[in-house]
């Protein structure tokens, strides 16, 4: 096996060189060897005309019709005939002349290796090639057509931006582009897959960004070794420090204002063609809690609904193994008329406590995910006539009892507080964890899961930094923006440990107070 895997490796390595040699100067070698590379496909359309009098002086024009836009070819020919009849009987070289005239109106790529040519036509750009010539030209004919910006489907807020990343690179680029208008924001392009050739974008402000943070991110990228990228969770799943934690390290979101937010504290925005999510990194875990409409209203307001995400959080979590670990083991915890009311319930039902949640909890996990899954039109309509008849109909049956509707109700409710959905679901996962330990152990069992689970989390990292930063390690001037949210005058600085040499946010002056102080009729 090990033979065979090494005579593989070989044989691949020897194919990426082919593709990677140089273009032959006789154009219909070059011509002969691009047809047989795509299989003679139909939709590779190549046109050769004459560029002068003279008969040597062929050229041909390369692009893959399913991926340009007719339109800019149909105006890319009319430029190119102008320019003949323009020349008339010089002997210049057409590729030297098709650069001098576009490339004052359009951009140029150049290039003199076969790969290189197949990324260009595959990214839907048109390729001129020319007779004696080793060289190509590129120019962008993409067809951008594609969802237009609407609101984000995930993330919706009562105030705010509305716009939410389509499945552009482009596009999304120019959205966070536009809200943030300094020089200092560098982008760097990358390409993943050996099959996809998925285009990936790294955004991040110079001197804010840390540099190790950038260069670790750049390097884990580019050791990804794979046929493709769909998305942007493939690179998550590749280059994350723990691989088989279920909480995620990477923050993922449809907003452009969220985006830039996380770039103006020193992370790095990773951008996959073919989504509308983006990666932010790096991330701990009170991030996943918060959401971009808490920088739009009143700093208490929001303090408190942060609160309330964090309480929804450990309600999620703990309330089922809670209550099967004080119903089953520790009794006398309970008052006597609650205790003699859950008695009288479950007079009659035949599964345990532990059984009976484990039974609920599996039933409505299956209805929210046939929710998300059937059509849109039905699927909140079946979630809830499902929930409520099951439930109904579980009860007068006398399989389960009503305190045990109230308590999935309660766990339910709690986890769609929950901003983020890859949290949630890691929440959710961890739930069922913690009823099998409060069924075996009670009240004993869940702490010790709550210690598994706290060692856990301070064992994660994300490229690097503690996911429970700044509670775990605790610095205390960094807590402005982790359980509440101060006011802005009063966040000064970055978030600790990610920004690089510039890390002042703000003068730290309140306005008002400044504009009151110095106005006459105040004096």
Not at 198 to 209: D, E, G, P, Q, R
Not at 509 to 514: E, M, N
């Amino acid at each position: 096996m090990k033979i065979l895997k090494k005579t593989s490796r070989t044989r691949d390595k020897r194919h990426v060189n082919q593709s990677g040699a140089d273009l032959y100067q006789d154009l219909f070698a070059t011509l002969t060897r691009i047809k047989t590379d795509f299989g003679q496909s139909d939709d590779l359309v190549v046109n050769c005309f004459q560029w002068t009098v003279n008969p040597s002086s062929v050229c041909a024009t390369l692009y893959i019709k399913n991926l340009v836009n007719i339109d800019t070819i149909n105006s890319l020919s009319e430029e190119i005939a102008v320019l003949k009849k323009g020349i008339g009987n010089k002997t210049g070289l057409p590729l030297n002349e098709i650069r001098t005239y576009f490339s004052a109106v359009r951009s140029l790529n150049e290039g003199h290796s076969f790969i290189n040519l197949y990324n260009e036509l595959l990214s839907g750009n048109t390729v001129f090639l020319s007779n004696g010539c080793s060289n190509y030209i590129s120019i962008p004919t993409e067809c951008l057509q594609g969802r237009s910006v609407e609101e984000p489907s995930s993330q919706t807020v009562i105030r705010g931006p509305k716009e939410g990343f389509t499945e552009k690179i482009g596009r999304n680029i120019l959205l966070v582009r536009k809200r943030i208008k300094s020089s200092k924001v560098r982008l760097e392009n990358l390409s993943v897959g050996e099959l996809t050739k998925t285009s990936v974008c790294l955004m991040y402000i110079k001197n804010i960004a840390k540099d190790s943070i950038v260069r670790e991110i750049r390097e884990r990228i580019g050791k990804i070794e794979t046929d493709s990228v769909l998305e942007g969770a493939y690179i998550e799943e590749w280059i994350k420090d723990d691989r088989y934690s279920v909480f995620p390290v990477f923050l993922s979101s449809e907003k452009p204002d969220s985006v830039a937010a996380a770039i103006l504290e020193g992370k790095v925005a990773i951008f996959t063609d073919g989504t509308p999510y983006v990666l932010t990194a790096p991330a701990v875990m009170a991030e996943f809690l918060h959401a971009s409409e808490d920088f739009y209203h009143h700093f208490i307001i929001s303090s408190m609904m942060r609160f309330l995400r964090f309480i929804a959080l450990f309600l999620t979590l703990l309330v089922p193994s809670a209550y099967i670990a004080v119903t089953t083991y520790h009794q006398e915890i309970l008052p006597t008329p609650l205790l003699v009311s859950i008695a009288a319930q479950r007079e009659g039902v035949p599964f345990s406590t532990f059984m009976e949640a484990f039974l609920m909890e599996s039933t409505f996990e299956v209805l929210r995910e046939s929710g998300v899954r059937m059509p849109r039109a039905i699927g909140p309509a079946i979630s809830i006539v499902g929930a409520l008849v099951l439930g109904q109909a579980a009860v007068e049956a006398g399989i389960i009892s009503a305190a045990m509707v109230i308590i999935v109700s309660i766990t339910a409710i709690s986890s769609f507080a929950i901003p983020n959905y890859e949290m949630s679901n890691a929440i959710r996962t961890a739930r069922f964890i913690f009823m099998v330990l409060a069924g075996v152990m009670g009240l004993y069992g869940v702490f010790i899961g709550l210690m598994i689970l706290t060692l856990h989390l301070c064992k994660l990292k994300s490229i690097g930094i503690p996911y429970l930063t700044p509670i775990a390690p605790w610095i205390k001037s960094a807590n402005t923006d982790t359980l509440f949210r101060f006011p802005l005058w009063s966040m000064k600085n970055r978030p600790f440990g990610i920004h690089g040499a510039d890390k002042r946010r703000v003068g730290g002056k309140y306005a008002s107070r400044t504009e009151k102080k110095e106005s006459p009729e105040f004096r």
